[in-house]
């Protein structure tokens, strides 16, 4: 199985500042016939589902603010929220779906500092 | 708007079956795979199982496999999840996820049913 790392486990940003969320995957996702990237962040809210906010790595998802943004290649990544907003306090998890099992990385808790 | 509706939880022994159900509204459903997620209570969230929109192909995690079925009624927009022999280690919240434009990522959930493994 692919094992998702991220890092921190959590962090504590202030209002407006940079957030860097980082995942490393243990084999890379990177398919090499069509150069995308099976990784995928949500976003999960105390008491909700998760809310999908980036797929093939850097391409966000529907109605997703401009602040989120996602990089990396291979099997290195990060999530990236330009300007911390209250409302982006939540766990993030990065998830592979280049293989079954779909992994998930153990989530990152973002609070406000 | 999309809507996904789990039911079916709840309070079972261990050893025992439930079957969880999710019904889809808002979309063709007969278009989209499915799949399960699992939260175990104040835990990280576990990927369970895969179904196309077709029914073929199916995969589930090897913490599952043998034991949980994953199927779909496309004329009743409805996903399902025959969980037999459960364990105390399954007690989690189950979510329903809609696949999104790559086909494998998840792009719509539902609120989650819970199901708890006790006795």
């Known amino acids: 199985d692919i094992v998702m790392t991220q890092s921190p486990d959590s962090l504590a940003v202030s209002l407006g500042e940079r957030a860097t969320i980082n995942c490393k995957s243990s084999?890379?996702?990177?398919?090499?016939?069509?150069?995308?990237?099976?990784l995928a962040w949500y976003q999960q809210k105390p008491g909700q589902p998760p809310k999908l906010l980036i797929y093939?790595?850097?391409t966000r998802g529907s109605g997703v603010p401009d602040r989120f943004s996602g990089s990396g290649s291979g099997t290195d990544f990060t999530l990236t929220i330009s300007s911390l907003q209250a409302e982006d306090v939540a766990v993030y998890y990065c998830?592979?779906?280049?293989?079954?099992?779909?992994?998930f990385g153990q989530g990152t808790k973002l609070e406000i500092k | 708007e999309v809507q996904l509706v789990e039911s079916g939880g709840g309070l079972v022994q261990p050893g025992g079956s439930l079957r969880i159900s999710c019904t889809a509204s808002?979309?063709?459903?007969?278009?989209?795979?499915m799949n399960w997620v699992r939260q175990a209570p104040g835990k990280g969230l576990e990927w369970v199982s895969y179904?196309?929109?077709?029914?073929?192909?199916?995969y589930y995690a090897d913490s599952v496999k043998g034991r949980f079925t994953i199927s779909r009624d496309n004329a009743k927009n409805s996903l399902y999840l025959q969980m037999n022999s459960l364990r105390a280690e399954d007690t989690a919240v189950y979510f329903c996820?809609?696949?999104?434009?790559?086909?494998?990522?998840?792009?719509?959930w539902g609120q989650g049913t819970l199901v708890t493994v006790s006795s």
């Open positions: 179904i196309s929109s077709s029914s073929s192909p199916i």
């Open positions: 808002g979309f063709t459903f007969s278009s989209y795979s």
């Open positions: 996820a809609r696949g999104g434009v790559t086909g494998r990522d998840l792009a719509q």
């Open positions: 084999q890379s996702v990177l398919y090499s016939s069509n150069n995308k990237n099976y």
């Open positions: 093939w790595a850097s």
């Open positions: 998830q592979q779906y280049y293989i079954t099992p779909y992994t």
